[in-house]
């Protein structure tokens, strides 16, 4: 019975990431047949391990659909789902909130966040009142040892390197390096008009929000005045004449 209702959560799936290589026009449609068939441990997770993966994924690109679809609470919603089953969907997080930013600025973002919170605040409410600090550090462990024999990406390295606490600690440093480069690098006008609407939101004011103002304000000077210049077009032909 449990593997028959995973074989429908497959073909679920399956129409979930479908839809969405359809709606984003990256994929040619005969790559499809090859998805269904070719891969065996997408079918060894979902009929053979009865593992929470499939149901996490599912919701994750269920709300993909809905972003897609312009429904932002509802995809939020099925986030939250998503990351109420496995803690891994959170590693998304960080792309959701750059296209929140972007589509809603930083005002609209909070309600959207809030759907997110709330919907983790309601259904861990049973354990928050029981026990909430033992809920909250086994619901969110990073410190959780995973099994060598089960590791895809690292199986290159030794399992006594795989297994120390210190290469755990760097994978986690690495991918915090990373977001931060992006956020200064790549997200940074973003980043700059969000700390900008956050700091004339603060009230009273500040010393961090002052001094955050000023700072967001040297930024937009610099890239002014380090960035190319750009001219109207009548103003390029009238250089090009003279």
Partial sequence: ??????????????????????????????????????????HSIFVLRLFNDPVAMALLFLSINLFLAQHWSWGCCCFSLAVSVKMNVLLFAPGLLFLLLTQFGFRGTLPKLSICAGLQVVLGLPFLLENPIGYL?????????????????????PEALFRHRGFHLALLIAHLA???????????????????????????????????????????????????????????HNKKAH
């Fill in 1 to 42: 019975m449990a593997q028959n209702i995973f074989a429908v959560l497959y073909l679920a799936t399956l129409l979930l990431v479908f839809l969405i290589y359809h709606q984003t026009c990256k994929v040619p449609p005969f790559v499809f047949f090859f998805m269904c068939c070719a891969s065996y441990r997408v």
């Fill in 178 to 236: 990373l977001l931060l480069l992006f956020a200064l690098f790549r997200w940074h006008r973003l980043l700059v008009l969000g700390l900008i609407e956050l700091s004339w939101n603060t009230y009273p004011s500040t010393s961090c929000s002052s001094a955050a103002l000023h700072v967001c304000h040297a930024v937009i000077l610099l890239q002014l005045w380090l960035g190319p210049q750009s001219f109207p077009k009548s103003i390029q």
């Fill in 137 to 157: 550090s086994r619901s969110f462990d990073l410190g959780r040892q995973f099994l060598f024999r089960w590791t895809v990406n690292w199986r290159f390295l």
